[in-house]
């Protein structure tokens, strides 16, 4: 029979390897995206890899609002630009720092304010707060770098790869691998929002959404192919009659 020290330490361990993969997932995306971005460029597809670069700057900056907004939200506006401006060549490790610094490890806590920033609370829930609730409340201040990165990184530039694929009409190993990936991190970011009180209603509406996710881009895909199909019949019946 499992002791509650016992059942606790499994669910740090559970909690903490869903940490691990979520960063391991979305820091290979990042890298994969970088990597087709760099394959535009060697194909001489300029306008592709301009749109991508364009993304990943989007994201940096939006990665640096996060930080300055959750770190520097006591300080005056001037700070607060000045806390953004310095976070912003490295903000792509803002995702990483929200979520260690989530564990409020005192040496973090401690560089934080030593430079007039504040870190996240530590307070606890009451204690007669659902499980998973609690769970998602700690998750969804852990992983605000990486549910930001979902939004404004991995569904851009998923989109953008999955029109080059539709242009082209091919793909290369690195542009698939890149997709998938970037559906994987959007599709896994659907506990946000399949929160019941019913355990299995939760994980069925967390599998419905990754489902949608992966849905409406393949439905965006065949619809392009089905349009440039269409127009390049059309253009050919046109040739013809002329």
């Not at 970088?34 to 900056?61: D, P």
């Not at 007039?116 to 609370?121: A, R, V």
């Not at 881009?217 to 040739?239: C, P, R, Y």
Request: include cysteine.
């Amino acid at each position: 029979m499992l002791t509650p020290i016992t059942t606790t330490r499994f669910s740090r361990c559970g909690e903490l390897s869903f940490d691990f993969f979520t960063a391991a997932l979305s820091v290979s995306d990042i890298i994969a995206d970088i990597a087709v971005a760099v394959e535009f460029y060697q194909a001489e597809r300029f306008t592709l890899f301009y749109l991508s670069l364009a993304i990943f700057c989007l994201a940096q900056c939006c990665y640096s609002f996060l930080f300055a907004a959750t770190y520097g939200g006591h300080l005056s506006n001037t700070r607060k630009c000045c806390t953004f401006l310095v976070a912003l060549p490295f903000a792509q490790l803002v995702p990483l720092f929200t979520l260690i610094e989530s564990f409020h490890l005192p040496s973090i806590s401690a560089m934080l304010r030593s430079v007039k920033l504040e870190p996240t609370s530590s307070e606890k829930p009451a204690s007669d707060t659902d499980g998973l609730w609690q769970f998602l409340q700690r998750k969804y201040h852990a992983h605000a770098g990486f549910l930001v990165e979902a939004l404004v990184e991995a569904i851009p530039q998923c989109a953008l790869q999955i029109a080059a694929v539709v242009l082209a009409r091919e793909s290369s190993a690195l542009n698939l691998f890149s997709i998938l990936l970037s559906l994987a991190v959007i599709g896994s970011k659907g506990w946000l929002a399949a929160y019941s009180l019913h355990r299995p209603t939760f994980v069925f509406n967390s599998l419905c959404i990754a489902a949608d996710v992966a849905g409406c881009f393949a439905t965006s895909a065949w619809m392009a192919v089905w349009l440039l199909d269409g127009a390049t019949i059309g253009n050919t019946a046109n040739a013809t009659l002329v």
